[in-house]
């Protein structure tokens, strides 16, 4: 591989700040490697939106930061893109450049772990409906007892900001409280918008039950891809760059919270 190549930046992409928790274990696991994020936040929410529609996104935005910012990897940094999107965006790139989903790194941490018995995923709606952790655990596992919970309201409210109050707590108290999750031993945070209110779920299950994020999961899975396809740079080139399809205050101040101020954040309406 040439060493050009290797100094490429990593393409990252959600609907808006959920992949941010991705992009921030990247960072800190491969703290050489330049980022190019982008969030589609003129789409948010992903989760009420149909397949053909996220994968029209999906094929658009990868367009961009494989073309235009030449990226050496794709990661997408969101459940519902990568159960609509991830078979497609790997078949068309499969040996050009590796592309990465949040799901499959996942599921193979839940089922290393002998302890669990039973799984619950909360996740988008279309997540949910796509089926595919379901298939992947049952594929993988079929004794492991699997459930699913779609949790519709969450990734909006975090990507407003609004958690850690009495209202979202009732939500999440509601939701959590559901049928289907219960008796389960651990619970997959299957929407990368999830870790921001990581604690508040862990609080509601005193501690008592697994919950599993993808952030350093799919950092680490990521790092051995890109050390086996020897892509790892070995120089830092230029900082990190955030794109968003459409300006909004709540994605500036947690990418800021995340990354610090000296952030470059540009608007990019890929659509236009
Ligand atoms: N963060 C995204 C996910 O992991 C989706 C949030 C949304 O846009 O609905 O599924």
Request: aromatic residues 10%.
């Amino acid at each position: 591989m040439p060493v050009e190549k290797s100094n490429a930046p990593i393409g990252i992409f959600d609907s808006g700040i959920g992949g941010l928790t991705v992009a921030k274990a990247i960072s800190a696991l491969l703290p050489n490697e330049e980022l190019v994020y982008f969030g589609d936040t003129m789409h948010m929410p992903y989760g009420e939106k149909s397949v053909n529609l996220i994968r029209a996104y999906a094929l658009k935005i990868t367009d961009f930061l494989l073309n235009v910012k030449k990226c050496k990897a794709i990661v997408i940094a969101c459940n519902t893109a990568s159960a609509a999107a991830y078979e497609v965006l790997r078949d068309i790139h499969i040996g050009n450049v590796p592309v990465i989903n949040v799901i499959d790194p996942m599921v193979e941490a839940v089922i290393a772990d002998n302890t669990i018995n039973r799984v619950g995923v909360i996740a988008t709606k279309t997540t949910v409906k796509s089926g595919t952790y379901q298939e992947k655990f049952y594929r993988r596992k079929p004794t492991l007892e699997f459930t699913a919970l779609a949790t519709p309201l969450l990734a909006s409210m975090i990507e407003e900001g609004f958690f850690n109050n009495n209202i979202s707590t009732a939500i999440l108290e509601k939701y959590l409280s559901h049928s289907e999750l219960d008796s389960i031993d651990a619970i997959v945070l299957a929407c990368t918008h999830y870790p921001l209110i990581k604690k508040e779920i862990d609080t509601y299950y005193k501690g008592k039950v697994k919950i599993f994020d993808s952030a350093e999961i799919v950092a680490n899975r990521l790092k051995w891809i890109l050390e086996k396809e020897n892509l790892l740079t070995d120089k830092r080139t230029k900082d990190n760059l955030f794109y968003i399809s459409d300006y909004t205050e709540s994605f500036a101040q947690t990418a800021q919270q995340f990354f610090g101020s000296n952030l470059q954040l540009k608007e990019n309406n890929l659509w236009e």
